[in-house]
T-cell receptor, first 115, second 113 residues
């Protein structure tokens, strides 16, 4: 079946511009996660959605970062007034909330470069 | 703050060699997962270990969860070039917010033919 898809695969933007990154989770997965992976680093948790509950935003690094999940499916991560330190690969994952081990399935990521 | 330390950070070996990578923490995790990530792709789940002392085998890969559920190891027997990639461990945040996995920085493995 179809996996997690993300778009665009690459995004180059100028410092100060806003960007939107999109994630389409696996159909039927109620949990959706956003992570950031910088070069040589592990995954940094950003935000988590579970069904209709309020999202866990505890990982967002600043108020320039926000995310929405419409209709319990597609999610958009928005970064306002981008800075060079925002350059990274942004990964989205989804999982079946009923799975007690919360196994996550990742998309290929969006590589963001802020010039 | 819970942290997962992975070692070694880099590992370059010849095809056919055995290797072990480690994932250590001072915190207890209710479960721990191992992922492999190839360049330009997202991580792919290899295994989840839940019970202290648990050992799981996946072909030539053997995963072990420490008795105290604070550490884990991944052993690869007779490594092949196809094993090349970034190996990440991730611990489920014990008693913390649901769905928050704590990731290590990974071990970058290169297996040369």
């Amino acid at each position: 079946g179809a996996g997690v898809s993300q778009s665009p695969s690459n995004k180059v933007t100028e410092k100060g511009k806003d960007v939107e990154l999109r994630c389409d989770p696996i159909s039927g997965h109620t949990a959706l996660y956003w992570y950031r992976q910088s070069l040589g680093q592990g995954l940094e948790f950003l935000i988590y959605f579970q069904g209709n509950s309020a999202p866990d935003k505890s990982g967002l690094p600043s108020d320039r970062f926000s995310a929405e999940r419409t209709g319990g499916s597609v999610s958009t991560l928005t970064i306002q007034r981008t800075q060079q330190e925002d350059s990274a690969v942004y990964l989205c994952a989804s999982s079946l909330a009923a799975d007690i081990s919360y196994e996550q399935y990742f998309g290929p990521g969006t590589r963001l470069t802020v010039t | 703050t819970q942290l997962l330390e992975q070692s070694p950070q880099f590992l370059s070996i010849q095809e056919g060699e055995n290797l072990t990578v480690y994932c250590n923490s001072s915190s207890v995790f209710s479960s721990l997962q191992w992922y492999r990530q190839e360049p330009g792709e997202g991580p792919v789940l290899l295994v989840t270990v839940v019970t202290g002392g648990e050992v799981k085998k996946l072909k030539r890969l053997t995963f072990q969860f420490g008795d105290a559920r604070k550490d884990s190891s991944l052993h690869i027997t007779a490594a092949q070039p196809g094993d090349t990639g970034l190996y990440l461990c991730a611990g489920e945040n014990y008693g913390g917010s649901q769905g928050n996995l704590i990731f290590g920085k990974g071990t970058k493995l290169s297996v040369k033919p």
